[in-house]
């Protein structure tokens, strides 16, 4: 845009441009901050993973079954870098699955504690959590973040669909962050 003239002097209007975006960047700091903060508050509380929203009389959802559709010709969906991230992540990050081990309650959100926190400190990867319950599905929605509840399905299997889905290059594990599965394919 420079050397267009809007209304004024070309100087001034680039120049409120440039103040407008780093405007823009810290305030995308601050609102990571304090995404990051609630976040931690949350996963360290008595019970970070707490929503009454079905009441003492609600059953358990039953097991989810993953359709077998293929779905290659479905477009590729965006891996959000959810709200705690500072910056815009870059696109070449890798996109990576973590699966929940079938963890709940604390060891999960100390797990994710852990995992947020790397996130946060120095983005690595583009993230899509993989949820054998619905316990931690609203929490990971609530900051931005990709969710796939897969239920009991073993989490090698989905790779193939993942990779379609969202570019997933590999899957690992939440508590020990070992590899589950690599994308081998072209």
Same mark, same amino acid.
């Given at each position: 845009?420079?050397?267009?003239?809007?209304?004024?002097?070309? *100087?001034?209007? $680039?120049?409120?441009? *440039?103040?407008?975006?780093?405007?823009? $960047?810290?305030?995308?700091?601050?609102? +990571?901050?304090?995404? !990051?903060?609630?976040?931690?508050?949350?996963?360290?509380?008595?019970?970070? !993973? *707490?929503?009454?929203?079905? /009441?003492?009389?609600?059953?358990?959802? /039953?097991?989810?079954?993953?359709?077998?559709?293929?779905?290659?010709?479905?477009?590729?969906?965006?891996?959000?870098?959810?709200?705690?991230?500072?910056?815009?992540?870059?696109?070449?990050?890798?996109?990576? #699955?973590?699966?929940?081990?079938?963890?709940?309650? *604390?060891?999960? +959100?100390?797990?994710?504690?852990?995992?947020?926190?790397?996130?946060? $400190?120095?983005?690595?990867?583009?993230?899509?959590?993989?949820?054998?319950?619905?316990? #931690?599905?609203?929490?990971?929605?609530?900051?931005?973040?990709?969710?796939?509840?897969?239920?009991?399905?073993?989490?090698?299997?989905?790779?193939?669909?993942?990779?379609?889905?969202? /570019?997933?290059?590999?899957?690992?594990?939440?508590?020990?962050?070992?590899?589950?599965?690599?994308?081998?394919? /072209?």
């Amino acid at each position: 845009m420079t050397g267009v003239k809007v209304g004024g002097n070309t *100087r001034d209007y $680039d120049e409120t441009l *440039r103040r407008l975006e780093q405007d823009n $960047d810290d305030l995308r700091g601050k609102l +990571a901050r304090h995404e !990051f903060r609630q976040m931690q508050q949350e996963l360290t509380s008595e019970d970070p !993973f *707490r929503l009454d929203v079905l /009441g003492p009389q609600a059953t358990a959802p /039953g097991d989810v079954m993953l359709p077998d559709v293929d779905d290659v010709l479905l477009p590729r969906l965006p891996v959000p870098a959810g709200t705690i991230a500072r910056d815009l992540l870059s696109p070449d990050l890798p996109v990576i #699955a973590v699966h929940d081990d079938g963890l709940s309650g *604390r060891p999960l +959100a100390a797990a994710l504690m852990g995992l947020l926190k790397t996130q946060y $400190d120095k983005p690595f990867a583009r993230l899509v959590f993989l949820c054998s319950g619905f316990e #931690a599905v609203p929490f990971l929605g609530r900051y931005g973040f990709a969710v796939e509840q897969v239920g009991r399905a073993d989490p090698a299997t989905l790779l193939p669909r993942l990779r379609r889905r969202y /570019g997933v290059v590999q899957i690992r594990s939440v508590g020990s962050g070992d590899l589950i599965a690599r994308w081998q394919g /072209g």
